[in-house]
């Protein structure tokens, strides 16, 4: 058994993983988050991401590979037709899992019921999480500190990763207006959800800039936030921005799971050291700060 799989079953992942293939099994609903989260014994703040950094892939799409790999079993029975397994694997028409099977293998059900050997092949790659055929990863330097509380003034942007920068602006506008843009002393930023998974409408993330000190009152959509206040694990990454969320997950593969350590129910933030527009994208700067309990 390999180390992250030894590390999904100590945690519990490999308790959802069965879960959900035997929910697909049984043509049983499947459960959202805070039940996956309730099996696997973490904490549904932070079990997305724990998952997707345990396991190389998201919740919906490791139900979409395993009703694919239920596909493939279902087919290589003799006397099996593509109409009855597209309905006993969970897909509306014959139509859509064609469309799944040719996206997923380049082949019709079809020619994968005939060939045994391209079945095979596939059931094979399908059996595992995506994580499990990673490379071998760098060690990771993280540091364990505590950080004093700081107020952010957010706002929530919703759609492409790319777009970040105008709500930066947002906040930048009104803080200039407020006579705060040269007191700005933090940068950061909250994923709700990760970029490389989300279609671009459903992505959200949380800008936020800290002043020292912010007003009473604030305009919508603007609003105050609370970060630090306790201990992090911090993970100093240099590089694109947009690596933040495949770094952050390494932290929670890598480190995380031998640690010692119980995740906080509290947002996982980025730090962001420098600013895109002065500092080249090779060397742009950014703490990962990933809350913790109290020992």
């Given at each position: 058994?390999?180390?992250?799989?030894?590390?999904?079953?100590?945690?519990?992942?490999?308790?959802?993983?069965?879960?959900?293939?035997?929910?697909?099994?049984?043509?049983?609903?499947?459960?959202?988050?805070?039940?996956?989260?309730?099996?696997?014994?973490?904490?549904?703040?932070?079990?997305?991401?724990?998952?997707?950094?345990?396991?190389?892939?998201?919740?919906?799409?490791?139900?979409?590979?395993?009703?694919?790999?239920?596909?493939?079993?279902?087919?290589?029975?003799?006397?099996?037709?593509?109409?009855?397994?597209?309905?006993?694997?969970?897909?509306?028409s014959p139509q859509a899992l064609a469309r799944a099977c040719r996206q997923?293998?380049?082949?019709?059900?079809?020619?994968?019921?005939?060939?045994?050997?391209?079945?095979?092949?596939?059931?094979?790659?399908?059996?595992?999480?995506?994580?499990?055929?990673?490379?071998?990863?760098?060690?990771?330097?993280?540091?364990?500190?505590?950080?004093?509380?700081?107020?952010?003034?957010?706002?929530?942007?919703?759609?492409?990763?790319?777009?970040?920068?105008?709500?930066?602006?947002?906040?930048?506008?009104?803080?200039?207006?407020?006579?705060?843009?040269?007191?700005?002393?933090?940068?950061?930023?909250?994923?709700?959800?990760?970029?490389?998974?989300?279609?671009?409408?459903?992505?959200?993330?949380?800008?936020?800039?800290?002043?020292?000190?912010?007003?009473?009152?604030?305009?919508?959509?603007?609003?105050?936030?609370?970060?630090?206040?306790?201990?992090?694990?911090?993970?100093?990454?240099?590089?694109?921005?947009?690596?933040?969320?495949?770094?952050?997950?390494?932290?929670?593969?890598?480190?995380?799971?031998?640690?010692?350590?119980?995740?906080?129910?509290?947002?996982?933030?980025?730090?962001?050291?420098?600013?895109?527009?002065d500092v080249p994208e090779a060397i742009l700067r950014a703490d990962i700060?990933?809350?913790?309990?109290?020992?």
């Amino acid at each position: 058994m390999s180390r992250i799989a030894q590390i999904r079953q100590r945690h519990g992942i490999d308790r959802v993983i069965a879960h959900l293939q035997d929910c697909l099994r049984q043509g049983h609903p499947l459960p959202d988050l805070e039940v996956l989260a309730a099996i696997a014994h973490q904490s549904p703040f932070h079990f997305h991401r724990l998952y997707r950094a345990l396991t190389g892939e998201t919740p919906g799409r490791t139900v979409a590979r395993l009703r694919l790999l239920h596909a493939l079993q279902l087919l290589a029975q003799a006397d099996s037709r593509v109409t009855e397994v597209a309905l006993k694997v969970g897909y509306e028409s014959p139509q859509a899992l064609a469309r799944a099977c040719r996206q997923a293998f380049d082949a019709t059900p079809s020619a994968l019921r005939e060939d045994a050997a391209l079945r095979s092949y596939w059931q094979q790659q399908f059996a595992l999480p995506a994580g499990d055929h990673a490379n071998e990863e760098v060690p990771l330097q993280v540091k364990v500190t505590t950080l004093e509380p700081f107020d952010v003034v957010v706002v929530r942007q919703r759609g492409a990763f790319d777009d970040l920068d105008q709500a930066f602006g947002q906040v930048y506008a009104w803080a200039a207006e407020q006579g705060l843009a040269g007191q700005l002393q933090q940068l950061v930023g909250i994923a709700y959800t990760d970029h490389r998974d989300m279609p671009k409408r459903e992505c959200e993330f949380d800008c936020g800039m800290g002043f020292g000190h912010v007003p009473a009152s604030l305009p919508a959509p603007l609003r105050q936030l609370t970060l630090g206040d306790g201990e992090y694990a911090v993970l100093h990454h240099v590089g694109s921005y947009a690596g933040l969320e495949a770094a952050a997950n390494a932290l929670l593969r890598q480190w995380w799971p031998d640690s010692g350590r119980v995740l906080r129910d509290a947002p996982l933030y980025y730090h962001y050291l420098d600013d895109p527009e002065d500092v080249p994208e090779a060397i742009l700067r950014a703490d990962i700060c990933v809350p913790l309990q109290p020992r």
